[in-house]
């Protein structure tokens, strides 16, 4: 096992989490842990619940039992004002990374920061803010731009940047590479390593692409039936002689 985070606070605690829709028994006993500072990253074939799992972790789904705790502090027990400081803290990249078609790109990333004044205060020109998060993904340039004038990869940039405006000490991505070309899926994975050492940002990566697991991942947990099956470095999982561990890297 890789130890060099367990020595490390946890920033988010899953234990023994449950969720079902009906007979359809998702998560049936899920546990996790992410340390300050690593990439962990989730692998489950889909289906498996890593979504919901997710969604869970920010309130966007209830769970049925079991307990999460975010930054020393009990999901379930949190008030809606400290729920909402959490999210300006987990930044939470969606699977699709949805930009608003009918905002440009300055107006997308303005969004979040009218939504959170809490944090930000009154802000009369957001322009150095959102000319800061498009700078980290590389698409400055772009600030005055519909979505519908961006290519796939960009809009997955400018969601990114979307995220990083708000300077999240976690950031949860959801399929960050799905549907883009393996060179652009690269370009995405080298700019989340490059983000997660700039802002030293703790981060859970939900991905099935085995490159990108490899390329960014201190730690890794496979989703198997309901359960954290099987938890390591990308080599010691690579390396495992488990049939349903290997079935996610030699298939
Ligand atoms: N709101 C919902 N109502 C009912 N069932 C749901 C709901 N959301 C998810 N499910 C079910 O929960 C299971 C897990 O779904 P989830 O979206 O978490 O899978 P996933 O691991 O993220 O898959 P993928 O890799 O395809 O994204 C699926 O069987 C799905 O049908
Ligand atoms: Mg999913």
């Given at each position: 096992?890789?130890?060099?985070?367990?020595?490390?606070?946890?920033?988010?605690?899953i234990?023994n989490?449950?969720?079902?829709?009906?007979?359809?028994?998702?998560?049936?006993?899920?546990?996790?842990?992410?340390?300050?500072?690593?990439?962990?990253?989730?692998?489950g074939?889909?289906?498996?619940?890593?979504?919901?799992m997710?969604?869970?972790?920010?309130?966007?789904?209830?769970?049925?039992?079991?307990?999460?705790?975010?930054?020393?502090k009990?999901?379930?027990?949190?008030?809606?004002?400290t729920?909402?400081e959490?999210?300006?803290?987990v930044?939470?990249?969606?699977?699709?990374?949805a930009?608003?078609?009918?905002?440009?790109?300055?107006?997308?990333?303005?969004?979040?920061?009218?939504?959170?004044?809490?944090k930000?205060?009154?802000?009369?020109?957001?322009?150095?803010?959102?000319?800061?998060?498009?700078?980290?993904?590389?698409?400055?340039?772009?600030?005055?731009?519909?979505?519908?004038?961006?290519?796939?990869?960009?809009?997955?940039?400018?969601?990114?940047?979307?995220?990083?405006i708000?300077k999240?000490?976690?950031?949860?991505?959801?399929?960050?590479?799905?549907?883009?070309?393996?060179?652009?899926?690269?370009?995405?994975?080298?700019?989340?390593?490059?983000?997660q050492?700039?802002?030293?940002?703790?981060?859970?990566?939900?991905?099935?692409?085995v490159?990108?697991?490899?390329?960014?991942?201190?730690?890794?947990?496979?989703?198997v039936?309901?359960?954290?099956?099987?938890e390591?470095?990308?080599?010691?999982?690579?390396?495992s002689?488990?049939?349903?561990?290997?079935?996610?890297?030699?298939?």
């Open positions: 096992m890789n130890h060099r985070f367990s020595d490390k606070k946890p920033v988010i605690v234990q989490l449950y969720k079902a829709f009906g007979n359809n028994k998702v998560l049936d006993g899920f546990n996790m842990e992410l340390y300050d500072g690593e990439t962990l990253v989730i692998m074939k889909s289906g498996s619940g890593k979504s919901v997710i969604k869970c972790l920010i309130g966007l789904e209830t769970h049925d039992d079991g307990q999460i705790t975010i930054m020393d009990n999901l379930d027990t949190m008030d809606e004002a729920l909402n959490i999210r300006t803290e930044g939470f990249l969606f699977q699709g990374s930009l608003y078609d009918s905002m440009s790109v300055r107006e997308n990333l303005e969004f979040p920061l009218r939504r959170h004044v809490k930000f205060g009154e802000i009369n020109d957001a322009t150095p803010l959102v000319m800061e998060a498009l700078d980290s993904v590389g698409l400055g340039h772009t600030i005055e731009l519909m979505p519908e004038e961006l290519s796939g990869g960009m809009k997955r940039r400018i969601a990114l940047a979307r995220t990083l708000l999240p000490k976690i950031i949860l991505y959801d399929e960050p590479t799905t549907g883009l070309d393996p060179i652009t899926s690269k370009e995405i994975v080298i700019l989340m390593k490059s983000i050492e700039k802002y030293k940002t703790s981060s859970i990566v939900i991905t099935h692409d490159d990108c697991a490899r390329f960014i991942a201190d730690r890794m947990i496979l989703l039936d309901g359960i954290n099956y099987a390591g470095t990308f080599e010691e999982l690579d390396n002689s488990d049939p349903k561990v290997k079935a996610f890297f030699k298939s």
